[in-house]
Every structure is written in structure tokens, then in C-alpha cells.
């Protein structure tokens, strides 16, 4: 992801799921990537929570905050399923529901 998103990754460590890190392993893992030639570290927002405050860390840690689009809106996925021009969703059935009440 990050790689992808044009950034040099210098080092990457990993930590099983649900792990309880130690100061000492975190601690390494930011010193090897300074050897490294990293700048920074970045975490998961899923991690921030667990990050220990306190530690001493050998490179600023920032953490990575995403989010999930969908590549194509509902709206045009439904249309395309039906066959359907633009303007027939959802939406445009209930203006079309109250134009006829009028």
C-alpha cells in the first residue's frame, strides 16, 4: 500500500495480530529501520491504540489513517445490472412517485 503509494519503504517489521509488543522489540524494529535509512515509521490506526507512549522512539511514528470507497458508486453498478440509463435509482423513482401524486 504504502509502496504503492510512491514511498521508498526502507524496512518493514511485522507483528502477529493481537501481539503484545514489548517496548524492547518496537523499540529495535525502529532502530533497524533508522539503520535503514528510514525517516519515519508509520502504524496502523488499529495499532495507535496499543502503541506504547512512553517509548523512546528512534524515528517519529505516524499512523496511517484509510478509508473504503467503492471503486464504482451503487448507483452506477445497480444501472449497469439493470440496463438502465442514468437517472433511474433509488432516487430518481421517488421523483417520479411524487410527480405522479401531484
Known amino acids: 500500500f504504502i509502496a504503492g503509494a510512491g514511498a521508498e519503504v526502507r524496512h518493514h517489521a511485522a507483528f502477529p495480530d493481537h501481539a503484545r509488543w514489548s517496548g524492547s522489540s518496537l523499540a529495535a524494529a525502529?532502530?533497524?529501520?533508522?539503520?535503514?535509512?528510514?525517516?519515519?515509521?508509520?502504524?496502523?490506526?488499529?495499532?495507535?491504540?496499543?502503541?506504547?507512549?512512553?517509548?523512546?522512539?528512534?524515528?517519529?511514528?505516524?499512523?496511517?489513517r484509510t478509508r473504503v470507497l467503492p471503486l464504482d458508486p451503487v448507483e452506477d453498478a445497480l444501472r449497469a445490472i439493470r440496463g438502465g440509463a442514468p437517472g433511474h435509482g433509488a432516487a430518481a423513482g421517488r421523483a417520479e412517485a411524487e410527480a405522479g401524486k401531484r
Do not use: F, N, Y
Not at 535503514?36 to 496511517?64: N, Q
Open 30 to 64: 525502529l532502530s533497524r529501520a533508522r539503520l535503514k535509512g528510514a525517516e519515519l515509521a508509520l502504524i496502523t490506526e488499529k495499532d495507535e491504540p496499543r502503541w506504547p507512549g512512553h517509548l523512546e522512539a528512534a524515528l517519529p511514528v505516524r499512523v496511517i
